[in-house]
T-cell receptor
Framework: QKEVEQNSGPLSVPEGAIASLNCTYS??????FFWYRQYSGKSPELIMF????GDKEDGRFTAQLNKASQYVSLLIRDSQPSDSATYLC????????????FGGGTRLMVKP | DTAVSQTPKYLVTQMGNDKSIKCEQN?????MYWYKQDSKKFLKIMFS???????INETVPNRFSPKSPDKAHLNLHINSLELGDSAVYFC??????????????FGPGTRLTVL
């Protein structure tokens, strides 16, 4: 069973702090990794993707990938209350067909 | 202006009924998907479909069937609804079939409640 695991949270951080969201995956053949943000009652929206080991930065967001340890993380700098949402990690593996496997998401709460 | 739309937004029905959820995308995408999100927020792929290929998640019961009248529409038909089918169903689309390359755009979701 291919799995993607996330801590469900909630992860609570004060406004302006760095929020660190983690995701582990079981399939070593996984190639592509995605972070989606989902506000309560809304649909998921893509915020970051990463293919290669290391860091990828986009504004206040940084995705980090370590394939040897099979984890991917998302850092949110200068967290804002508007960042409060559930963050879903998704993994693509050719072993799973042409489909993304999603984790259960981590709920982030940024307190003013 | 809506890129991916779904109807209805809410659907409440009795066990054993048959129902359909409609999805339309105006992005000109070739590939469409159906996902199920349960109460614990797990988002699970059910189908991916383009004009050449239907890929079915093997865990999806055959009571669920996608129907595509054209490239812009992918409807989800569910027979003999069960209590466990209660969830939010999301339609999505992407430019191509390669899930690791093409961003998926999600519709607003349909909350299905089976009584």
């Amino acid at each position: 069973q291919k799995e993607v695991e996330q801590n469900s949270g909630p992860l609570s951080v004060p406004e302006g702090a760095i929020a660190s969201l983690n995701c582990t995956y079981s399939d070593r053949g996984s190639q592509s990794f995605f972070w989606y943000r989902q506000y309560s009652g809304k649909s998921p929206e893509l915020i970051m993707f990463i293919y290669s080991n290391g860091d990828k930065e986009d504004g206040r967001f940084t995705a980090q990938l370590n394939k040897a340890s099979q984890y991917v993380s998302l850092l949110i700098r200068d967290s804002q209350p508007s960042d409060s949402a559930t963050y879903l990690c998704a993994v693509y593996s050719p072993n799973a067909g042409n489909m993304l496997t999603f984790g259960g998401g981590t709920r982030l709460m940024v307190k003013p | 202006d809506t890129a991916v739309s779904q109807t209805p937004k809410y659907l409440v029905t009795q066990m054993g009924n048959d129902k359909s959820i409609k999805c339309e995308q105006n992005l000109g995408h070739d590939t469409m998907y159906w996902y199920k999100q349960d109460s614990k927020k797990f988002l699970k792929i059910m189908f991916s479909y383009n004009n050449k290929e239907l890929i079915i998640n093997e865990t999806v019961p055959n009571r669920f069937s996608p129907k595509s009248p054209d490239k812009a529409h992918l409807n989800l038909h569910i027979n003999s609804l069960e209590l466990g089918d209660s969830a939010v169903y999301f339609c999505a689309s992407s430019q191509g079939l390669a899930a690791h390359i093409f961003e998926q755009f999600f519709g607003p979701g349909t909350r299905l409640t089976v009584l």
